[in-house]
């Protein structure tokens, strides 16, 4: 749920929709007239990128939504792969990201530096579209789950349709906007 709420949050700070009464939100580089203030959405995105790793964490320990997915919903196996296959490109520097300037932080920038390493490497864009990804093929698994044990026969339709989809949108170059 930490994870739904930040995600709230930073998409209304992107749309506008929540303007924070202390600090600033960047929006380009034009638009910022004090580059001394670290601008609110960056600590917001920080600490999802933080979370959301913590989600698809592939450790004995560490819980992976992914794994999780697949213990429970079994026969959904290509949507959940189709979403894990647009995570795992960046995984393992969003890992250095969390552990360097997400959650632990650095005593030095030297050290912290690796963690930048993941924007050079992948868009901002790639990391929210599976960001996205990953949060409506949970909800839709949720949704699906909750048809199933209600004998909702239009809800499971529903859910079906937007499994697909979400599956659809993991396996093309450019995901669009789901439900």
């Not at 700070?13 to 009464?21: A, K, N």
């Not at 196996?77 to 995984?91: D, K, M, N, Q, T």
């Not at 026969?153 to 789901?178: E, F, N, P, Y």
Request: hydrophobic share 40%; proline share 3%.
């Amino acid at each position: 749920m930490h994870f739904m709420n930040l995600w709230t949050v930073y998409k209304d700070l992107l749309t506008g929709h929540y303007v924070p009464s202390v600090g600033t939100v960047y929006k380009s580089p034009s638009e910022n007239t004090d580059a001394k203030d670290w601008p609110v959405n960056i600590s917001v995105m920080f600490i999802l990128y933080a979370y959301f790793y913590s989600l698809v964490e592939d450790s004995d320990d560490g819980l992976n939504g992914f794994r999780v997915w697949r213990a429970v919903w079994p026969s959904e196996g290509a949507a959940i792969s189709a979403v894990e296959a647009r995570v795992l490109p960046f995984v393992d520097r969003l890992r250095i990201f969390r552990n360097r300037l997400g959650f632990h932080g650095s005593r030095t920038r030297n050290h912290e530096a690796a963690g930048f390493d993941l924007f050079a490497q992948h868009t901002g864009d790639e990391i929210y579209d599976a960001m996205r990804l990953f949060k409506s093929l949970g909800a839709a698994l949720l949704g699906m789950d909750m048809a199933v044990q209600t004998n909702d026969a239009q809800g499971q339709a529903r859910c079906r349709d937007w499994i697909d989809k979400v599956a659809l949108q993991a396996q093309s170059k450019s995901a669009v906007q789901t439900p």
